[in-house]
Nanobody
Framework: QVQLVESGGGLVQPGGSLRLSCAAS????????MGWYRQAPGKQREFVAA???????NYADSVKGRFTISRDNAKNMVYLQMNSLQPEDTAVYYC?????????WGQGTQVTVSS
């Protein structure tokens, strides 16, 4: 069974930056989409960003120009560079990776943006 583990969350001041990482517990072949969702308190989980195997990316409008997603296929890792963070970015961030048969999710990492 593959597990995804996120890291890099924490407390940051408005305008600051964080880089999230998501690692798979073992090598997976033919991973298609990788990406991130987030869930703020009292809200539904929402899409943040995704990157397909060829490198094309897609972002939620709320993070365009501030967040950058990237991946390392050899290591089954996906990253989210978050710049110009704002209080409304506060949420638990979940990564996902799509194998040919199912989507795997991480357990989430907390990002808190506050002064």
């Amino acid at each position: 069974q593959v597990q995804l583990v996120e890291s890099g969350g924490g407390l940051v001041q408005p305008g600051g930056s964080l880089r999230l990482s998501c690692a798979a517990s073992r090598r997976m072949l033919s991973v298609k989409d990788m990406g991130w969702y987030r869930q703020a308190p009292g809200k539904q989980r929402e899409f943040v960003a995704a990157i397909i195997s060829g490198g094309s990316t897609n972002y939620a409008d709320s993070v365009k120009g501030r967040f950058t997603i990237s991946r390392d296929n050899a290591k089954n890792m996906v990253y989210l560079q978050m710049n110009s963070l704002q209080p409304e970015d506060t949420a638990v961030y979940y990564c996902f990776q799509d194998s040919p048969v199912r989507r795997y999710w991480g357990q989430g990492t907390q990002v808190t943006v506050s002064s």
